[in-house]
T-cell receptor, first 112, second 113 residues
Framework: DAKTTQPTSMDCAEGRAANLPCNHS???????VYWYRQIHSQGPQYIIH???NNETNEMASLIITEDRKSSTLILPHATLRDTAVYYC?????????????FGGGTRLMVKP | NAGVTQTPKFQVLKTGQSMTLQCAQD?????MYWYRQDPGMGLRLIYY???????DKGEVPNGYNVSRLNKREFSLRLESAAPSQTSVYFC????????????FGPGTRLTVL
């Protein structure tokens, strides 16, 4: 699976959009981009995933560049409860199971 | 639905002791996973079971064994605990035919003295 690079930490004001970048310059054509987050002491939580088109759900939007070498997770109106570590993961679906490889992630701090 | 449950929530062991971490899911998922997370680090895959009756090693399998007891349950065993196994252990499950999310349990916090 391709390696990802994320900033170690970011701050965001409550109510503003949080834009979390991720570089995955060695991504292969059949690898998806997944985002998970982990709120302190809890198990990771799925947010969103995409292949090449932008995606949106009730939690966030995912913008993938045309060359697929980077992506941005957008939380449109960050709240204090969005303070967490956000993981960008790229992986290939295979018959052996949907394994995830977690890097260091970005620690997002939402401030009042 | 309870989702993914793990027992125990906390455990303290002495070096050399053994124990089994239990995981169960009620979502009828085919695939289940065991991860460990050391302080300040991301999760690392220990073992996984793509389907009932199969298990495979992940990134850090040494010192662990697993059993996929049935479709619902996937246990992780430490035969002779070592201080290096002090960590938080997460179990997860996913429907193998989907491209979508893994569901994680709340974790087991293990300390080996």
């Amino acid at each position: 699976d391709a390696k990802t690079t994320q900033p170690t930490s970011m701050d965001c004001a409550e109510g503003r959009a949080a834009n979390l970048p991720c570089n995955h310059s060695t991504i292969s054509g059949n690898e998806y981009v997944y985002w998970y987050r982990q709120i302190h002491s809890q198990g990771p939580q799925y947010i969103i995933h995409g292949l090449k088109n932008n995606e949106t759900n009730e939690m966030a939007s995912l913008i993938i560049t045309e060359d697929r070498k980077s992506s941005t997770l957008i939380l449109p109106h960050a709240t204090l409860r969005d303070t967490a570590v956000y993981y960008c993961i790229v992986r290939v679906y295979n018959n052996a199971g949907n394994m995830l490889t977690f890097g260091g992630g970005t620690r997002l701090m939402v401030k009042p | 639905n309870a989702g993914v449950t793990q027992t125990p929530k906390f455990q303290v062991l002495k070096t050399g002791q053994s124990m089994t971490l239990q995981c169960a899911q009620d979502m009828n998922h085919n695939s289940m996973y065991w991860y460990r997370q050391d302080p300040g680090m991301g999760l690392r895959l220990i073992y996984y079971s793509a389907s009932e009756g199969t298990t495979d090693k992940g990134e850090v399998p040494n010192g662990y064994n697993v059993s996929r007891l049935n479709k619902r349950e996937f246990s992780l065993r430490l035969e002779s605990a070592a201080p290096s196994q002090t960590s938080v252990y997460f179990c997860a499950s996913v429907e193998a035919s989907s491209y979508n999310e893994q569901f994680f349990g709340p974790g087991t916090r293990l300390t080996v003295l």
